[in-house]
Every structure is written in C-alpha cells, then in structure tokens.
C-alpha cells in the first residue's frame, strides 16, 4: 500500500467482499451511500475491530492509500456506530 496523508471520514456499511472457496471472508470494505467503496486494512488494531461488524452502519475515520489494481484501502483510525 502506498502512504497517503489524506485524513477522511466515511459513513456506510461494512460489507465482505471477496472469500476463499470454503467460504470463509478474505477481505472486508466499507460501501458508502456516495457508492464509493474503500477496503478496510486489517494491519492495525481498529481494521481488524471493525471486520468484525459486518452489516452495520457505522462512521470511520483514517487515512486513504492504494493497494494493488489502483484499490482504494482505508487505514482505520478510529469508527464508531451510528
């Protein structure tokens, strides 16, 4: 991922998107009402946090980068329920 200094706060809803063929969720993003979707980077301690919430609206604050194929990631800073 590439560094970004851009501080941004989303609302919407965590939702997985990609699964391996048992199933199991691979990776989460939160969908927001503007329809932009940003995966949520599981390396810090409040990524991981907010995986575990599928399905809830919630408002997350961090910092954006790109992943691989151009892919917005969030870095969670901080997100609370809404």
């Given at each position: 991922?590439?560094?970004?200094?851009?501080?941004i706060t989303v609302l919407g809803i965590v939702v997985p998107v990609d699964w391996d063929r048992e199933g199991?969720?691979?990776?989460?993003?939160?969908?927001?009402?503007?329809e932009k979707e940003f995966l949520i980077d599981i390396k810090s301690q409040p990524g991981r946090a907010l995986v575990t919430m599928p399905q809830q609206k919630m408002r997350i604050t961090g910092t954006i980068g790109k992943g691989r194929g151009n892919q917005r990631i969030l870095k969670v800073v901080s997100f609370e329920p809404v």
């Amino acid at each position: 991922m590439k560094k970004s200094k851009s501080t941004i706060t989303v609302l919407g809803i965590v939702v997985p998107v990609d699964w391996d063929r048992e199933g199991r969720v691979l990776s989460f993003a939160v969908s927001t009402y503007e329809e932009k979707e940003f995966l949520i980077d599981i390396k810090s301690q409040p990524g991981r946090a907010l995986v575990t919430m599928p399905q809830q609206k919630m408002r997350i604050t961090g910092t954006i980068g790109k992943g691989r194929g151009n892919q917005r990631i969030l870095k969670v800073v901080s997100f609370e329920p809404v």
